[in-house]
């Protein structure tokens, strides 16, 4: 498979270094976001999901209307609503969208968070949940007739969807940092999200879950890496930009984590472990491999993929393809300016690395 790129939608230009910059749904800007992505050449878009944040199965409509190419990548919470109604709605946004969703399915790393929505399950069983919740999905796709299920979690008779996917069914995609996680991405996903991660670590991450795929005798996912990258013509350029933005980011912080519903600096360790090994990352120093920049995920105690790549696009481009020197796939990038930077990195990044894969195709097929 192909080297591709995403970024995650934004619905305003609110960030961590700028949290009043909106709230809420900007149509004209999210409009220019979405058309910016897909013009600039990114494969694939994320549209995130979180109890405060508009809905995002709406928002993936929106950005697949606005749009020819780019696959919205919609963020989706099971126990939210019923797998049967989840099953239906995503067929028909794969329909509407001639092809292009991918869903990802999000467990909840966060026990406060998930009650917000009236969810009372351990992490544990929230993976459990969302196993059976994925093969139901794929169930009803598939189905040229009535589905029925019985399980730990689910149950409903003679179900029928009159919607099927558009080529069939819709790519899913798991994340996480866990053993729960690696198993269910292992054993379901198409797509596995991690966040930036020095090589080691993130090499070490991609074994587990491909353990996990061979052992169900299925193919391994895809692994798709998630970084805030920070450029400038120069890597002393982009250095002093990002200590700007880290900056900007710490006079904000608590404000943002009000925002965001997440425990500021010194309120509390994050629940989930994507952020306790970001942060545990950040502890060991702030500057991993070639220009990956922990600063940011210890700034805003790990909310979220929060690690940057610092440097001249040559040297991020090359920092990414680090990343795919060790089995990564799907290349996610977004930045503190999200507009302004995504135009950057199709302009300036993403040619850097496809130039270099068809150079290493080229050669690889003359040799």
């Known amino acids: 498979m ?21 709230n809420g749904i900007d149509v004209d800007y999210a409009r220019r976001y979405a058309r910016a992505l897909d013009d600039g050449g990114f494969d694939y878009t994320l549209v995130t999901y ?14 697949a209307h606005h749009t020819e ?45 998930q009650r917000r929505e009236g969810d009372y399950l351990s992490k544990s069983e929230r993976y459990a949940r ?12 598939a189905a040229e007739g009535p589905v029925s299920h019985e399980g730990p979690y689910y149950r409903f008779e003679g179900f029928r969807s009159g919607v099927t996917p558009y080529n069939g069914t819709v790519p899913i995609s798991v994340g996480g940092s866990s053993e729960d996680a690696y198993r269910v991405g292992g054993q379901q996903g198409d797509i596995f999200g991690l966040w930036g991660e020095p090589l080691k670590e993130t ?13 169900a005798g299925r193919p391994r996912p895809r692994i798709w890496v998630s970084f805030r990258p920070i450029i400038a013509p120069t890597d002393e350029l982009a250095w002093e930009k990002a200590h700007r933005i ?18 500021a600096l010194g309120q509390g360790a994050p629940a989930n472990v994507g952020s306790q090994r970001l942060l545990a990352v950040a502890e060991r ?24 790549l610092v440097g001249s696009p040559e040297t991020v481009a090359k920092a990414l393809l680090d990343y795919v020197d060790i089995g990564c796939e799907l290349l996610s990038m977004r930045g503190y300016d999200p507009l302004n930077d995504a135009i950057d ?19 690889g097929a003359a040799a």
Do not use: M
């Not at 880290?246 to 009000?258: D, M, W």
């Not at 070639?290 to 940011?296: E, M, Q, Y």
């Not at 990044?349 to 195709?361: D, N, S």
């Open 246 to 263: 880290l900056g900007s980011i710490r006079t904000h912080h608590e404000e943002r984590a009000k925002q965001r519903h997440y425990p």
């Open 50 to 63: 979180h109890s405060a944040s508009p809905d995002a199965l709406q928002l993936a409509q929106f950005v």
């Open 69 to 113: 190419r780019i696959k919205p990548v919609l963020a989706h919470r099971p126990g939210v609503i019923f797998p049967t109604h989840a099953a239906r709605a995503l067929a028909t946004l794969d329909r509407i969208s001639e092809g292009r969703l991918v869903v990802h399915i999000i467990s909840g790393g966060s026990d406060e968070e």
């Open 285 to 308: 120093g702030e500057v991993h491999d070639r220009c990956l920049w922990t600063a940011p995920a210890a700034a805003t105690n790990a909310a979220g993929a929060s690690t940057a």
């Open 130 to 141: 969302s196993d059976e919740y994925i093969r139901i999905l794929r169930d009803v796709w």
């Open 2 to 22: 192909p080297v591709e790129f995403i970024s995650a939608v934004h619905p305003n230009p609110a960030t961590e270094g700028d949290p009043t910059a909106g």
């Open 203 to 215: 090499a070490e991450q991609i074994a587990a879950v491909n353990a996990h795929a061979d052992a």
């Open 345 to 363: 990195y199709g302009r300036h990044v993403l040619p850097l690395v496809r130039q270099e894969l068809a150079h290493r195709a080229a050669s």
